[in-house]
């Protein structure tokens, strides 16, 4: 998790409710969303999903600095955040540095919790679940190299998954047969009997979690979600004690391209709070 102090724009301290950005190529980032909300009553989503460019797990860093960056900005321009949160932890690993250049706002990035699963893991052996890109980022292995050297790190990159996840939460289902071919990944692979945590490092992969831990309720399944938000909350409200909000706050929700499912999401979504899809135009 990483975040930069704004240059001129004062943080939301003095703000009654502030503005959030939460940005995504898809629906992963909502996980994020869910536990900003339950943490501050005070805070008013805009979530972007770049659906125009899903997934980004996918590309190359050139394409993702170039597609993040350029969606970013004029986000910001358009919408006036107070803060921003990149749920992506695919984007978060490459786009940053750029972005520190080019915004004034607080940056949130969203990076595997391996730190925190090297603390926890008894066998000190644990999986990394996460996108290709993620997986195979130098970002991640400096983070394993830094927190995680005492420890077998077990990784496996699967943009299937991303896929099915954005699909179920437009309708479809997911089989329980095809999550138990996932965890066989990991454990099929040398050292794969020991493992007792893992790291979801998508943001798409713990709106399903509970899934998971019915297939393995002996393992521990982390996420940065919690984290996030409670980064948040600490740039926002500093030193700042705050009531929650007795009015009901609702959310935004922003796609990059108009989409046959947006019916679909928006009814996920409604019972968080959030309005009906809207196009952000992005030239």
């Keep these: 998790m990483q975040a930069q102090q704004p240059k001129s724009r004062k943080l939301a301290t003095e703000l009654t409710t502030a503005k959030v950005l939460v940005?995504?190529?898809?629906?992963?980032?909502?996980?994020i969303c869910k536990e900003i909300i339950a943490s501050n009553k005070n805070i008013k989503l805009h979530y972007l999903s770049d659906n125009a460019a899903f997934p980004y797990g996918e590309k190359s860093a050139d394409q993702l600095i170039s597609r993040a960056t350029k969606v970013l900005l004029q986000a910001c321009a358009?919408?006036?955040?107070?803060?921003?949160?990149?749920?992506?932890?695919?984007?978060?690993?490459?786009?940053?540095?750029?972005?520190?250049?080019?915004?004034?706002?607080?940056?949130?990035?969203?990076?595997?919790?391996?730190?925190t699963a090297a603390t926890i893991s008894q066998s000190k052996t644990f999986a990394l679940l996460a996108t290709p890109g993620t997986v195979e980022r130098p970002y991640t292995q400096?983070?394993?190299?830094?927190?995680?050297?005492?420890?077998?790190?077990?990784?496996?990159?699967?943009?299937?998954?991303?896929?099915?996840?954005?699909?179920?939460?437009?309708?479809?289902v997911?089989?329980?047969?095809?999550?138990?071919?996932?965890?066989?990944?990991?454990?099929?692979?040398?050292?794969?009997?020991?493992?007792?945590?893992?790291?979801?490092?998508?943001?798409?992969?713990?709106?399903?979690?509970?899934?998971?831990?019915?297939i393995k309720p002996e393992w521990q399944w982390i996420d940065s979600g919690a984290a996030i938000a409670s980064r948040v909350n600490d740039l926002l409200y500093k030193n700042t004690h705050?009531?929650?909000?007795?009015?009901?706050?609702?959310?935004?929700?922003?796609?990059?391209?108009?989409?046959?499912?947006?019916?679909?999401?928006?009814?996920?979504?409604?019972?968080?709070?959030?309005?009906?899809?809207?196009?952000?135009?992005?030239?």
């Design 23 to 31: 940005f995504d190529s898809g629906v992963g980032g909502l996980s």
């Design 242 to 283: 705050k009531e929650h909000s007795k009015k009901s706050i609702s959310h935004d929700l922003w796609l990059t391209k108009e989409s046959d499912q947006q019916t679909t999401l928006d009814r996920y979504l409604a019972h968080d709070n959030f309005n009906a899809s809207c196009i952000l135009t992005i030239d």
């Design 174 to 214: 997911i089989d329980t047969e095809y999550l138990q071919q996932i965890i066989s990944q990991l454990t099929e692979q040398l050292g794969g009997d020991k493992i007792d945590t893992v790291v979801l490092g998508c943001t798409h992969f713990p709106l399903i979690a509970n899934r998971f831990k019915e």
């Design 78 to 115: 358009q919408l006036s955040p107070d803060l921003v949160v990149i749920a992506c932890n695919t984007a978060s690993t490459v786009v940053l540095p750029s972005l520190r250049t080019q915004l004034d706002v607080p940056i949130v990035g969203v990076v595997p919790a391996i730190k």
């Design 142 to 172: 400096q983070l394993i190299d830094e927190h995680a050297a005492d420890c077998q790190v077990i990784r496996v990159g699967s943009s299937q998954l991303v896929r099915a996840i954005e699909s179920h939460i437009h309708g479809d």
